[in-house]
C-alpha cells in the first residue's frame, strides 16, 4: 500500500481513482480496509500526515458561539481533553476534539467503546426527532464486524456480561431503583500490547495494492455536475496551497461531524446553499454526550464501590477484554419520566505521590516475587514505556507472544489495576476518592448546528462556526440519574456519594456540563430531505456518488460512546458500495 505526501508531486496534479475516501480517521480508514484486494481503486486523503503537527492541528480551529462558555467549563475542558490530545487548545477548539494526522481521533480517544441500546433508534414521543430510518436488528451484523474491526470482546454490555465473567450478579440488586447495569469495554491495539488501538498506526502495517494513501492533502471543495445530481471530484492542498484535483467515481465524506458539514457547506459553487442543503439541514441537530462530574466519594469508602463498579476481565477467542461497569437509566424508567438515556461511571480520583515500590523492586533485583510484581508494574504503568520494566515489555526484543500473556494475564487478574492506565496513560497513582461521572444523550435540536463563520483558515476555506446548545432535558437527565444512583446505594447499604452543589440543590443554571468531543448529528440521516441530509444508505439526498460516514450521520446520540457504532454504519456503507461497483462493472 503506497502512503504518499501530496508534498512530491507537482502543482495541479490529477489523481484518479474508483473510490475516493476523505479522512483518514477510524470511519474513513475501515471502509478502506472493506476494499482490501478488491477490483476497486481506492484513495484515501489525510489533512495531516502520520503524526500530528502544529500547523496542520491549526486547521482545526473552529469558532464558537454556544456551549461550552464560562471559564469554569473552559478549565475542566481544558484538564479533560488536554490530557489525550498534545495538539489540542482551548484556543484553537473550544468546541470538540479533533486530530490532523492518519488515524484521526484515535490519536486521543481512551477506547472506550459500546453499542447502542435498542431505545436509541425508537422514535420517542418524548424526545422530539427521535427514531431511526434503519432499525437495530438490521445492524446487529455490522456491530459485530466492527467489534472484530476494534479488536473488541463479546459485544455484551448489559447484565449477560455476568455469565460471561462467570459470576454472579453483585447483590443487592438496583434493578428495582429504575437502574440497570451498563458495561464499557476497550479497544486494544493489536501491535503494541500496551496501548490501546490507533488506527493510523495499525493501518500502516496492512498491504493492499489497490488502496493508496495521500497525507498532506486537505479537500477544500467538492465538485459537483453541473446540474447538481452528481458527484464529480475534489479540489486538494498541501498545508501551504499547493493545490491538485481528483477525480473518482465516488466519494465518501468521513472527515468528522465538524469538517463533514464545514465541507458541504463551503462547497457552494453548483448549489449556492452549499451541497445537500437544499432544505436548509446540512449542519443542524449538533449532538454530542453532555458530561458532569456529579459527585464523589471519600477514600474510606472506595473499598466497596470500586469492588462493584470496577472492571471486569472477560475471556475470549484466547483474549482478555476489560470491562467497565456502570449504571444506565432502564428504558421503562426514561419512558414514564420522560427522560433521556443516559448512565454513570466511576473514575478514581488520583493524588501524585503514590510509590513505585514494585518498579523499583524489579529494577534492583531485589524481589522476592517476580511475577507478581511484573504484573504491578503493569497494572500501574499502563502504556507508557518510562522506567526499565515498560520499556522491556514495549522492546522489540521481547517475543510477542510473551507479551500476550503478560498483558492479558495482568487484565484477567487484575482488571481494575490495568484499566485506568489504558485510559489516561499514566504511570501509577496513590487513589484519594472516586469521582462519579453523567453522561447523557441529547434531545436533537435543529437550532443546534455548525454554519460557516467569516473567518477562514490559511487554505481560505470558512472555518466551521459551532453553535452547541445543551437543553433542559439534559440538565433534568443528569441531575435525576445522580439522585437515583445516591438514593438506591443508600438503600442497597452501600457509601453514597457527596453530590456537586449544582446538583444536590437542582441549581440546573449551573450546571457544569460539557462536550465529550464525541460530535454527532449533523448531516443526519433520514427518509427524505426534509429532515436530513443522508438517506439510509448515507448517500447524500439527490446528489448520485456521494456518500458521508461517521457519527454526523446519526439520528440521536444515544449516551454510548460512539465509535463501534461508527464503524458499523462505515462497514455497512462500504457493503453498500461494493454492490454499486459491482453494478458498475456488469454495466460496463
Not at 80 to 108: D, I, K
Not at 268 to 294: F, T
Not at 451 to 480: F, H, K, M, Y
Not at 484 to 490: E, H, K, L, P, Q
Request: charged fraction near 20%; glycine fraction near 8%.
Amino acid at each position: 500500500m503506497d502512503i504518499e505526501d501530496l508534498t512530491r508531486f507537482d502543482r495541479n496534479s490529477l489523481f484518479e481513482t474508483d473510490l475516493v475516501i476523505v479522512g483518514g480517521g477510524p470511519a474513513g480508514l475501515t471502509i478502506a480496509r472493506e476494499f482490501f484486494d478488491s477490483s476497486v481503486r481506492v484513495l484515501v486523503l489525510e489533512s495531516g500526515l502520520l503524526d500530528e503537527t502544529p500547523d496542520h492541528a491549526a486547521l482545526t480551529e473552529v469558532e464558537s458561539i454556544g456551549e461550552p462558555n464560562g471559564v469554569q467549563k473552559r478549565e475542566r475542558r481544558t484538564r479533560f481533553h488536554g490530557a489525550s490530545a498534545p495538539f489540542w487548545s482551548q484556543e484553537l477548539q473550544p468546541y470538540g476534539v479533533r486530530c490532523r494526522a492518519l488515524g484521526g481521533s484515535t490519536h486521543a480517544w481512551a477506547g472506550k467503546s459500546a453499542a447502542f441500546d435498542a431505545i436509541d433508534f425508537a422514535a420517542r414521543p418524548w424526545v422530539p426527532h427521535s427514531g431511526w430510518p434503519v432499525a437495530q436488528a438490521a445492524l446487529a451484523s455490522y456491530i459485530d464486524r466492527a467489534a472484530f474491526v476494534l479488536n473488541l470482546g463479546p459485544n455484551a454490555y448489559d447484565e449477560t456480561i455476568w455469565k460471561l465473567v462467570g459470576m454472579r450478579p453483585p447483590e443487592p440488586h438496583l434493578h428495582a431503583e429504575g437502574l440497570r447495569d451498563f458495561f464499557w469495554q476497550f479497544a486494544r491495539s493489536r501491535i503494541d500490547q500496551l496501548d490501546i488501538m490507533r488506527f493510523g498506526r495499525e493501518f500502516t502495517t496492512f498491504q493492499a495494492k489497490n488502496v493508496r494513501v495521500l497525507l498532506n492533502a486537505t479537500v477544500t471543495n467538492i465538485e459537483l455536475a453541473a446540474d447538481g445530481s452528481s458527484f464529480q471530484g475534489l479540489d486538494i492542498a498541501t498545508i501551504d496551497g499547493i493545490a491538485s484535483k481528483v477525480r473518482a467515481k465516488c466519494a465518501v465524506v468521513a472527515a468528522s461531524a465538524i469538517e463533514n458539514p464545514r465541507l458541504l457547506l463551503a462547497s457552494n459553487k453548483v448549489q449556492a446553499a452549499g451541497i445537500g442543503n437544499s432544505r436548509d439541514q446540512v449542519g443542524r441537530y449538533l449532538m454530542d454526550h453532555a458530561s458532569a462530574r456529579i459527585g464523589r466519594f471519600e477514600p474510606g469508602d472506595l473499598g466497596p464501590v470500586i469492588k462493584r463498579f470496577g472492571f471486569y476481565g472477560v475471556r475470549h477467542d484466547g483474549q482478555t477484554h476489560m470491562y467497565m461497569h456502570g449504571l444506565a437509566l432502564s428504558p421503562e424508567l426514561q419512558e414514564r419520566e420522560r427522560l433521556l438515556n443516559s448512565a454513570v461511571y466511576f473514575l478514581p480520583e488520583r493524588s501524585p505521590d503514590d510509590p513505585w515500590d514494585a518498579l523499583k523492586r524489579l529494577l534492583r533485583r531485589k524481589s522476592a516475587h517476580p511475577a507478581q510484581d511484573m504484573l504491578a508494574v503493569m497494572a500501574g504503568a499502563g502504556l507508557l514505556t518510562k522506567g526499565v520494566g515498560m520499556r522491556m515489555l514495549a522492546s522489540s526484543a521481547m517475543p510477542a507472544p510473551l507479551k500476550d500473556f503478560i498483558v492479558n494475564t495482568a487484565i484477567r487478574y487484575s482488571p481494575n489495576l490495568v484499566a485506568g492506565e489504558f485510559q489516561d496513560r499514566g504511570l501509577p497513582h496513590k487513589l484519594t476518592g472516586l469521582w462519579v461521572d453523567a453522561i447523557t444523550e441529547q434531545r436533537p435540536d435543529p437550532a443546534s448546528r455548525i454554519t460557516l463563520s467569516e473567518r477562514t483558515d490559511r487554505l481560505g476555506v470558512p472555518l466551521a462556526c459551532v453553535n452547541w446548545r445543551i437543553g433542559d432535558d439534559e440538565r433534568q437527565t443528569i441531575v435525576r440519574i445522580a439522585d437515583m444512583v445516591s438514593d438506591a446505594f443508600g438503600r442497597a447499604g452501600l457509601p453514597k456519594p457527596i453530590l456537586e452543589g449544582w446538583v444536590a440543590q437542582k441549581r440546573l443554571t449551573d450546571a457544569m456540563i460539557i462536550d465529550m468531543a464525541h460530535t454527532l448529528g449533523t448531516t443526519r440521516m433520514s427518509q427524505t430531505p426534509n429532515s436530513g441530509v443522508v438517506d439510509v444508505n448515507c448517500r447524500v439526498h439527490g446528489v448520485r456518488g456521494l456518500y458521508v460516514a461517521g457519527g454526523s450521520v446519526f439520528p440521536t446520540s444515544g449516551h454510548a460512546n460512539p465509535t463501534l457504532m461508527i464503524l458499523a454504519l462505515a462497514i455497512r456503507l462500504a457493503d453498500t458500495l461494493k454492490a454499486e461497483f459491482a453494478q458498475l462493472d456488469v454495466a460496463a
